[in-house]
């Protein structure tokens, strides 16, 4: 990997959040595309740091600041992507469920979900199920995903998912559920297409399950056909 974008991808592992955004200029500056900085230095590292943090050699800490440091590179990088016309591998639509102030889980899904490549928008804490209607009509995300902390609101969930049925919206997209009063029994017991643990996984598993239907970047598109040209 070239040094400026090794830089890059050192600077998000190690929570350097006031060094990020100045690597990605020197990276930008030198050259390289904002593809590129983004796929091998933002989301590589956070990848690296969600591995870290499956097998217990980073926590809740160290992913926090993790992804601080990738939002400081992404906020620069975001203009040069867009004009690059590079496309987030899909959009998810986050919140807590309503009863439930809890955001520090969610928030971590959601950087996560970000460092993985999707485009978030995030509906905050306490989220009705109309206002997720209101937010999948607006927004057509590939994915829903919420967070319940507490036993007692957690039914919200099950409530959002039968409207979702009943607004007829919820054949196009993946409801996923997660947070500590959840279980996979639960979210199986309630419809959700998919749970997990923790912020890294319910990342690879937005990712690995639920996007593989959307299509490739245009710019990668171009690279995969002079790939299949020059080969
Ligand atoms: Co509250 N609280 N709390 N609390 N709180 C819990 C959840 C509780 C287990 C504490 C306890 O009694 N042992 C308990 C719930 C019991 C239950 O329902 N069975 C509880 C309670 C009862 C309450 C109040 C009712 C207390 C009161 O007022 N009497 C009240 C409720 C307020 C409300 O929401 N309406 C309350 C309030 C609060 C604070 C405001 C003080 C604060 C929240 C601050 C904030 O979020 N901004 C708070 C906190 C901090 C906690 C604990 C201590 C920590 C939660 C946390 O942030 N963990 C918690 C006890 C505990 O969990 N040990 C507790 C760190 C965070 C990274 O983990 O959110 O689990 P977590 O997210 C994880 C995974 O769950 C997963 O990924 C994250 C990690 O990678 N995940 C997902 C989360 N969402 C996901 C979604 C996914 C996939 C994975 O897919 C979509």
Redesign the pocket.
């Known amino acids: 990997m070239d040094q400026r974008i090794q830089a890059v991808y050192e600077a998000v592992i190690n929570g350097a959040m006031a060094d990020t955004s100045g690597l990605v200029q020197d990276a930008l500056d030198a050259g390289h595309d904002a593809n590129s900085i983004l796929k091998d230095g933002l989301i590589a590292a956070m990848g690296e740091i969600g591995h870290k ?1 499956e097998i217990g050699e980073a926590y ?1 800490p160290e ?1 926090l600041i993790s992804a601080k440091s990738m939002k400081f590179g992404l906020e620069l990088l975001r203009p040069h992507l867009v004009a690059a016309d590079v496309q987030p591998i899909g959009r998810v639509v ?1 919140g ?1 469920i309503k ?8 928030n ?2 959601g950087m ?1 979900m970000e460092g993985a490549g999707f485009e978030v928008i995030d509906l905050g ?2 989220v009705k199920p109309e206002e997720l209607i209101d937010a999948i009509n607006k927004h057509k995300p590939n994915i829903v ?10 039914g919200n969930m099950k409530t959002a998912i039968t409207m979702m049925e009943e607004a007829g919206v919820k054949d196009n997209l993946k409801v ?7 279980t996979q029994d639960y979210a199986t017991e309630i419809g959700a297409d ?9 990342a690879s598993l937005a990712k690995k399950k639920y996007c593989k239907d959307v299509k490739p970047p245009r710019i990668e598109l171009t690279r995969r056909f002079f790939y299949l040209i020059l080969k």
């Open positions: 943090f809740v992913m986050i807590t009863g439930d102030l809890h955001d520090i889980g969610k971590l899904v996560m804490v306490d995903a919420m967070s319940a902390l507490l036993t007692t609101t957690m996923m559920v997660g947070g500590t009063a959840v998919g749970f997990s643990v923790d912020a890294s996984q319910a």
